[in-house]
């Protein structure tokens, strides 16, 4: 099992940015591929973006040109920039961790317990 701790979460004017962070604990070894989820209120969490443990990347198409995934291999660490946010970029952000290809739900089998973003216009 492996368990992970979201933060960086907060409210930010469009076209601001922000970092989140996903610390990352227990058999890690057993989750190739880490990710990002969003939940907007009334609607079903999505992937946002992914990371293998190759380190190749892929991002959800509404977050593509405007959000990086990355990790600190050495510090556990899961991050995602989110640059030029938008006012639809509001939701609970969620950490994953999973088997390969992981912004498939069905793929997660780890659930951080989420930060939230908050985007004014």
């Known amino acids: 099992q492996v368990q992970l701790v979201e933060s960086g979460g907060g409210s930010v004017q469009a076209g601001g940015s922000l970092r989140l962070s996903c610390a990352v604990s227990?058999?890690?070894?057993?989750?190739?591929?880490m990710a990002w989820f969003r939940q907007r209120s009334g609607e079903e969490r999505e992937g946002v973006a992914r990371?293998?443990?190759?380190?190749?990347?892929m991002d959800g198409a509404s977050v593509k040109g405007r959000f990086t995934i990355s990790k600190d291999s050495a510090k556990n660490t899961l991050f995602l920039q989110m640059n030029n946010l938008e006012p639809e970029d509001t939701a609970m952000y969620y950490c994953?961790?999973?088997?390969?290809?992981?912004?498939?739900?069905?793929?997660?089998?780890?659930w951080g317990r989420g930060t939230q973003v908050t985007v004014s216009s």
């Open positions: 994953a961790a999973g088997d390969d290809f992981c912004l498939l739900r069905s793929k997660v089998r780890d």
């Open positions: 227990g058999y890690t070894s057993s989750r190739p591929c």
């Open positions: 990371i293998g443990s190759d380190g190749s990347t």
